[in-house]
């Protein structure tokens, strides 16, 4: 079955930073690749999500990158803001398998004012 | 934030006891999900229901009984548990189960099994 890797565990930036997680994954079929950010008792929610038809995908401040080849894909946050710490996992699936995601161990990030 | 409920949003159980989690989702979708997050380890899918058929069990002890009487309610049902259950358990539905339909997350029941 799938496995994916993320790294840091951990993170700490200053504000205004850039961050970059990375995650690699195990199942060459996986296409589809989306991240979740869970605030402090709060639920998951996707903030992007990246296709292996595209290299690369931007959403203001955030960028998700793919390299199918290496088979490893990075979350981006640039101009860091304290509202960004959380806890952000990757995920990976691949279509007709009942969209099952395999998800990374996450990675607190802080944002240091 | 209410397109996916969850209740009881906290939960204590002695390990002879029975309970159930209920989940809710008002996004008209068709899938249904339940997810363990444990601590210091990743999520893990327990169960997925489309059009409130099980199409996936991920080795889910028998003591987690999943119920989905329709394509807007998911239930899960707990007995004779033992401490290390004690997770907070996520639902979470989606349109569909192509592979790449987005997963929308309620708000978890916190689980403690004494």
């Known amino acids: 079955g799938e496995n994916v890797e993320q790294h840091p565990s951990t993170l700490s930036v200053q504000e205004g930073d850039s961050a970059v997680i990375k995650c690699t994954y195990s199942d060459s079929a996986s296409n589809y690749f989306p991240w979740y950010k869970q605030e402090l008792g709060k639920r998951p929610q996707l903030i992007i999500d990246?296709?292996?038809?595209?290299g690369e995908k931007k959403d203001q401040r955030i960028a998700v990158t793919l390299n199918k080849t290496a088979k490893h894909f990075s979350l981006h946050i640039t101009e860091t803001q304290p509202e960004d710490s959380a806890v952000y996992f990757c995920a990976a699936s691949k279509n007709n398998a009942g969209n099952m995601l395999t998800f990374g161990g996450g990675t607190r990030l802080m944002v240091k004012p | 934030e209410t397109g996916v409920t969850q209740t009881p949003r906290h939960l204590v159980m002695g390990m002879t006891n029975k309970k159930s989690l209920k989940c809710e989702q008002h996004l008209g979708h068709n899938a249904m999900y339940w997810y363990k997050q444990s601590a210091k380890k990743p999520l893990e899918l327990m169960f997925v229901?489309?059009?409130?058929?099980?199409?996936e069990n991920n080795s889910v002890p028998s003591r987690f009984s999943p119920e989905c009487p329709n394509s807007s309610h998911l239930f899960l049902h707990l007995h004779t548990l033992q401490p290390e259950d004690s997770a907070l358990y996520l639902c979470a539905s989606s349109h569909g189960t192509s592979g790449e339909d987005t997963q929308y997350f309620g708000p978890g029941t916190r689980l403690t099994v004494l």
């Open positions: 229901y489309n059009f409130k058929e099980q199409t």
């Open positions: 990246i296709r292996s038809n595209v």
